[in-house]
């Protein structure tokens, strides 16, 4: 069973940044893709990073402010966020997959990121 588990989020001022975690039960090496996505209330689910083999991919609205990455070593895939703005203010998901296109398999439960103006 393949657990994702978040962490890193909380309340931070606009122009400020966060680093989100995410911890793997399994071996992230096994995954093909890994990714975060965002929901904010009242929005439609956002997939805002993605990282397969050697490409990575992000929404328009983060180019140039997120950075995602991983550490094989420890099974953590991370989100680093710099110069937040209130609109980034969602709860962010862990997302990991085998396969090499389409939905993902796997989720976290969340965790909320607040940027306050």
């Known amino acids: 069973q393949v657990q994702l588990v978040e962490s890193g989020g909380g309340l931070v001022q606009a122009g400020g940044s966060l680093r989100l975690s995410c911890a793997a039960s399994?071996?992230?090496?096994?995954?093909?893709?890994m990714g975060w996505y965002r929901q904010a209330p009242g929005k439609q689910r956002e997939l805002v990073a993605e990282?397969?083999?050697?490409?990575?991919n992000y929404a328009d609205s983060v180019k140039g402010r997120f950075t995602i990455s991983r550490d094989v070593a420890k099974n953590t895939v991370y989100l680093q966020m710099d110069s937040l703005r209130p609109e980034d203010t969602a709860v962010y998901y862990c997302?990991?997959?085998?396969?090499?296109?389409?939905?993902?398999?796997?989720w976290g439960q969340g965790t909320q990121v607040t940027v306050s103006s």
């Open positions: 997302v990991a997959d085998r396969g090499s296109w389409g939905g993902y398999d796997y």
């Open positions: 399994g071996r992230i090496a096994s995954f093909n893709r």
């Open positions: 990282l397969t083999i050697g490409v990575t």
